[in-house]
């Protein structure tokens, strides 16, 4: 079971990015997907989740309006377009698959917002 997180890096206030969550090892289109993240010194925080099939999303009040999480059950792939971004999105963002009872983590990709 693999799941990648890529399209993080270093991007002014106000700017975009949009992570990728490449999954494989596992039937992709059963999980529920999301995003978490984890800025330094604090606890791991749920930023925005998918249901299986697409139909169903809901977002951190931080991030309401301006992220916006996406699932291709083709390629297997989640995605968190990440707009008008601030300095407090900082963090290590990971991607989550979960079936219950079965919750997959990938290892984080790092988004620092900064001028």
């Known amino acids: 079971v693999q799941l990648v997180e890529s399209g993080g890096g270093l991007v002014q206030p106000g700017g975009s990015l949009r992570l990728s969550c490449a999954a494989s090892?596992?039937?992709?289109?059963?999980?529920?997907m999301s995003w978490y993240r984890q800025a330094p010194g604090k606890e791991r925080e749920l930023v925005a989740a998918?249901?299986?099939?697409?139909?169903?999303?809901n977002y951190a009040d931080s991030v309401k309006g301006r992220f916006t999480i996406s699932r291709d059950n083709a390629k297997n792939t989640v995605y968190l377009q990440m707009n008008n971004l601030k300095p407090e999105d900082t963090a290590v963002y990971y991607c989550?698959?979960?079936?219950?009872?079965?919750?997959?983590w990938g290892q984080g990709t790092q988004v620092t917002v900064s001028s």
């Open positions: 989550n698959a979960r079936w219950e009872p079965t919750n997959y």
């Open positions: 090892g596992f039937t992709f289109r059963r999980y529920a």
């Open positions: 998918i249901s299986s099939v697409g139909g169903s999303t």
